[in-house]
């Protein structure tokens, strides 16, 4: 059955104004709907389907958007901060509109892999402890990290609080004064990356998220850039 909803109501979503000022616009006979001008705001209209013009402008209706963003150091992983410029700043206004929000965190200083949605349920089932989604990460390190290791973190890390964490599985790189390694985990814990690699009196230098799920950052975007999903990417996403 296809999505019903009020005129105005679609119209204030794709962020064309409020709903007083879209109740406006319709009595003014700027919107058609089907090749008819309307002039009552409440009409019930199916988004997806009919043909919907404002001031002769196709409207393109969608009620979630997916993006992809290869996030920068120096940017905090939140909608509004009041001493930081956010993930959310980067984005045009085109998709401010739909009020979006990440989807999990990344620390400050981390870069790699943002999703930013307006889908709460998909973000829900993304962070929730209970999917055990995988998020896997670019690590270097200031020690030297050995085959030893992998088993440390397959048989789970005690973190400075106590906590013992789930099993992680560690492939090094290369192992050096400065080592290289992917690490992939089943949570997000607060700095939980740094601190299982404090467990082991080594110290994060560097940290990049290069996948979450069946989501994997597009090499192609530079610190600083995004892109929308592809329909396979959320299709994907949404059958973890």
């Given at each position: 059955?296809?999505?019903?909803a009020r005129l105005d109501k ?205 989501l994997r950052l597009d090499e ?21």
């Amino acid at each position: 059955m296809s999505k019903v909803a009020r005129l105005d109501k679609v119209l204030s979503n794709m962020g064309y104004g409020s709903r007083k000022q879209i109740k406006k616009i319709v009595k003014e006979g700027n919107v058609e709907v089907n090749g008819e001008v309307i002039l009552k705001n409440d009409l019930k209209v199916k988004p997806y389907e009919d043909e919907i013009y404002l001031n002769g402008e196709k409207v393109i209706y969608r009620e979630f958007i997916y993006i992809m963003m290869n996030k920068p150091k120096g940017l905090v992983s939140s909608t509004d901060d009041p001493r930081d410029s956010t993930v959310i700043n980067l984005l045009s206004d085109e998709y401010l509109i739909f009020k979006p929000f990440p989807a999990g965190r990344l620390d400050k200083d981390t870069e790699g892999l943002m999703l930013i949605t307006n889908d709460g349920k998909l973000s829900h089932e993304l962070l929730s402890p209970k999917r055990g989604v995988e998020k896997t990460y670019y690590v270097e390190v200031d020690g030297v990290v050995e085959e030893e290791h992998k088993e440390r973190f397959k048989n789970r890390i005690e973190l400075d609080d106590g906590y013992l964490t789930l099993p992680a599985k560690l492939d090094i790189m290369n192992s050096d004064v400065i080592s290289k390694a992917y690490l992939t985990i089943k949570e997000g814990k607060y700095h939980q990356v740094k601190r299982m690699f404090e467990a082991l009196s080594m110290k994060v230098i560097y940290l990049k998220r290069v996948s979450m799920g069946t989501l994997r950052l597009d090499e192609s975007l530079n610190t600083g850039e995004y892109r929308e999903l592809t329909k396979e990417e959320v299709f994907s996403l949404k059958n973890i």
